[in-house]
């Protein structure tokens, strides 16, 4: 029998997965639709802030309080909030996964896409913000290849302090490189550790988060976002596999 | 925010560098720059910075600090004068919490006109419009140190017993206000505005926009100065409410500190009396309870190495603060900074490590591996999940992503952003049907003609029982048993068991081939071969190198012998990446490859 083909997030979170996998991080889920709680309030977003501009949300009718996760940091939270009640003081993990802001579609916005959050806490002075470089470093050098860099710069985001921006250098096959924006990143906020029930004199850790398909876009080629999520299998057979 | 080169440069008595380095210097150690063109430059100035950064001093401080060249004049360090009051205008604030203060000044006798050449040229260089004279000293006060401010006509306020009276309160179910520009607004109660007490009408929308009823011509002589301090959340709820988005607004929101109403009183007053005379009567500041100075915050060195991994000297962070103009003492190596008024932004001392990372540069953050961690990574649910997806493959499934959102279902959204797909998916089949039916359709440009589109899809579907991952195929897998059904519900499928000795399969992806807009075309060709000299290969030759570049797939689909003689049938697809083909353009091909096939001695059927 022909083999059917694999979706081409699958096989890039595989490889993902793979390439955390030997960096000690672990793979958690978390929902869809969140409550405010996890995808804001405990993340140091509070109601009313402007950061909460940065992210176009979709409500839930009759449900006030309910969201469609605008990221997957949500899922950290939750892993968090577990790590204070098994009282662990070590956690490394990553949550691919659907996500959903309210902006109008275009070839390079889909109101649902991937991302490809995580996070690493250890006891404080252990995860630092040069293990942030030192993870994405290498993340990117085993996922574009050996002529990548990461730079950082400096950004917000609630939930981190200090908070940056990832930048890689890629050069994709007969082009010339460039730098990319590629996740925001940081030091988890202490109100963030305090608000999942942990100590932040005693634990700290990074928290970073990117979109997936603009990764697999600048990887292959692949010019429309809207591709992604289209059912349509000539996608699939637009890319062409090789098991490895 | 817009800022203009030249107007950055009156903070330094030293020349600016080039464009591109004071770029770069935001770039990588303050904000990103949206646009830079000639003089002007857009700076996407961050949340945590909106308070003191929305303005030329605010950019102008930081750029000293990132390329370490002293500041000058800095206005908010120049005392402040004493204001005087009389009786001849009061203020009062109905509810201090949505505005914590307010300063209003009454100055007689200006002389309204076009302003001076320099201030137009200002304003025009970050690209807003100069007005009159009164207008544009507001403009320019508030894009110089971020203080919003408003001038009132007082001569169209009511005066009691030679008093003018301002009142900061809530408006009334259904009040409306025109506001400059002449759009009228109906209002809800949480909307703050300001309105003149004697007439007990509305004159301005607190934070946002001023009213036309009190608007500034040029036969206004008398000006009701307005600098003010309103809560952002409120201020944020109004804009959004009445989709009113001014200068004012964003700066409220980020809640700026009251301390600076006062710089912003003093500078406008300055202006507006240099530019178009008159004369100040009165100064009121109402501010019920002053805001404390913020508190002095600590942070040790070792915690900012510990925090950002380097290994930076006491030098080094001193040098930071010093550069940033922070009053800070070190003791034991623990250094204490009080943060001006302005940086509202400095209280924690994460926030201090965070100006020493960026001002020293991320770039000096060295790259460290983490250190292996006890245990295996669990990654077992996931391997469950991707084992199950492995099975389908193996068995002609193909996987596809399809939109969470559907036309009916048991959780609708409040806000969906395409009204005929309100509520989300309570479960894959329609989407999954709706694919195959594309995926038959379009079987012949990616499958051989044997074979059938089969699908599947792992994706969250919403009932109103709760979120759960779902499982579905196209059809049952016959090599799963008889019980085997084309739906799972992963959520409770025991995949961490499944998956936890398992090693999903990985691919290698080649660069992405569009695809066409345009239908295809399928044609079927059938013939006789005489031999084994006339193999398959060299048939797919000769109808390669005659259907042209518009055949993008060829297989062969059938083969049989009779009396010695091969027979073969083969599928050619057609497509153009520009265009529609039509029958006829096809059928010429056709006759082409037949005409080939015959030549070559092969009886094409």
């Known amino acids: ?244 | 925010m817009k800022v203009s080169l030249k107007w950055l440069q009156k903070y330094s008595d030293a020349p600016l560098p080039d464009a591109t380095t004071i770029a770069d210097a935001y770039t990588f150690h303050a904000f990103e720059i949206e646009e830079s063109k000639g003089d002007l430059m857009d700076v996407k100035v961050l949340p945590n910075r909106a308070a003191d950064c929305l303005s030329h001093r605010g950019l102008a401080k930081e750029l000293s600090a990132i390329l370490d060249i002293p500041f000058k004049d800095d206005p908010l360090r120049a005392p402040l004068p004493e204001f005087s009051k009389t009786d001849a205008l009061i203020v009062t604030i109905e509810d201090p919490k949505k505005c914590s203060r307010y300063m209003g000044a009454l100055v007689k006798g200006v002389k309204v006109g076009p302003s001076p050449a320099w201030l137009i040229e200002a304003l025009e260089a970050v690209g807003q419009r100069s007005i009159n004279n009164i207008v544009d000293a507001t403009n320019y006060v508030m894009l110089n140190i971020g203080q919003p401010l408003h001038a009132f006509d007082a001569k169209k306020l009511v005066q009691k017993d030679g008093t003018y009276a301002i009142n900061v309160r809530g408006a009334k179910e259904g009040e409306k206000i025109t506001t400059l520009g002449g759009e009228e607004f109906t209002l809800h109660p949480n909307v703050l505005l300001i309105t003149d007490k004697n007439a007990d009408a509305a004159i301005g929308i607190a934070g946002v926009k001023g009213g036309k009823a009190a608007e500034v011509t040029t036969e206004t002589t008398d000006l009701i100065l307005e600098s003010a301090n309103f809560d952002g959340t409120s201020v944020r709820r109004a804009t959004q409410a009445l989709k009113l988005f001014t200068d004012a607004s964003v700066r409220f929101q980020n809640r700026p500190s009251p301390e600076l109403v006062a710089y912003g009183m003093r500078d406008v007053l300055a202006l507006i009396t240099e530019i178009a005379g008159g004369e100040v009567v009165s100064i009121v500041d109402e501010y019920p309870t002053p805001t404390a100075p913020q508190s002095a915050v600590s942070v040790s060195l070792a915690k900012v190495n510990g925090l950002l991994g380097s290994n930076f000297s006491r030098e080094e962070v001193e040098n930071v603060f010093k550069r940033l103009a922070l009053p800070y003492m070190v003791v034991n190596d623990t250094f204490t900074v009080t943060p001006p008024f302005e940086r509202t932004d400095l209280i924690i001392p994460e926030d201090l490590v965070e100006e020493v990372g960026r001002i020293i540069g991320y770039d000096k953050i060295p790259a460290t591996e983490l250190s292996p961690i006890a245990g295996t990574p669990d990654q077992a649910r996931f391997h469950g999940i991707e084992r199950m997806k492995d099975q389908l493959v193996e068995q002609g499934f193909t996987e596809v992503s399809t939109q969470s959102f559907a036309s009916k279902g048991d959780i609708t959204l409040s806000n969906p952003l395409d009204k005929k797909m309100p509520a989300l998916r309570t479960s894959l089949t329609e989407n999954l049907q709706e694919a195959l039916t594309q995926a038959k359709y379009h079987a012949p440009l990616v499958l051989a003609p044997n074979e059938k589109p089969k699908l599947f899809e792992v994706g969250t579907v919403f009932p109103k029982e709760g979120e759960y991952l779902e499982l579905r195929m196209t059809e049952r897998v016959p090599e799963w048993g008889d019980k085997a059904d084309v739906v799972d519900n992963l959520s409770v499928a025991k995949l961490e068991d499944y998956g936890k000795d398992y090693a999903p399969v990985y691919y290698e992806l080649g660069a992405y081939k569009p695809f066409s807009v345009y239908p295809f075309i399928v044609r079927d060709i059938a013939l006789w071969a005489e031999g084994a000299e006339q193999s398959e290969a060299s048939i797919e030759k000769i109808i390669r190198e005659n259907a042209s570049g518009l055949l993008v797939r060829l297989d062969q689909f059938d083969r049989f012998e009779k009396e010695g003689r091969v027979s073969y049938a083969f599928r050619l697809v057609f497509e153009s990446m520009e265009r529609t083909l039509t029958d006829e353009e096809v059928n010429s091909l056709m006759a082409q490859v037949s005409e080939a096939l015959t030549k070559a001695g092969f009886e094409v059927r």
Do not use: C
């Not at chain 1, 699958?10 to 709680?37: Q, T």
């Open chain 1, 1 to 244: 029998m022909t083999k059917g083909r694999l979706h081409p997030i699958s096989i890039a979170i595989r490889e993902m997965a793979d390439i955390f996998g030997h960096m000690g991080f672990g793979i958690a889920y978390g929902p869809e639709l969140e409550d405010d709680w996890h995808n804001f309030t405990a993340l140091n977003v509070p109601e009313d802030h402007p950061a909460r501009d940065m992210q176009d949300t979709f409500w839930i009718k009759g449900e006030p309080g309910k969201v469609l996760r605008t990221h997957a940091t949500s899922v950290t939270m939750r892993k968090l909030e577990e790590m204070a009640k098994t009282g662990a003081t070590e956690m490394r993990m990553i949550n691919p996964g659907k996500v959903f802001r309210n902006e109008a579609t275009d070839m390079t916005h889909e109101a649902q896409f991937y991302q490809l959050d995580g996070f690493a806490v250890g006891p404080t002075g252990t995860v630092t913000l040069a293990h942030l470089k030192g993870t994405f470093d290498r993340f990117y050098r085993e996922y574009f290849g050996p002529n990548t860099k990461v730079r950082f710069r400096p950004s917000f985001f609630g939930f981190t302090e200090p908070s940056v921006e990832i930048d890689v250098w890629f050069e994709a096959p007969g082009k010339k490189g460039q730098w990319l924006e590629t996740a925001g990143a940081g030091m988890l906020h202490p109100n963030v550790i305090k608000n999942a029930g942990l100590d932040p004199e005693k634990v700290q850790g990074f928290a970073f988060g990117g979109g997936l398909e603009r990764l697999l876009m600048v990887k292959y080629g692949i010019p429309d976002v809207r591709l992604f999520h289209s059912g349509d299998i000539r996608f699939n057979y637009a890319l062409d596999e090789k098991p490895v």
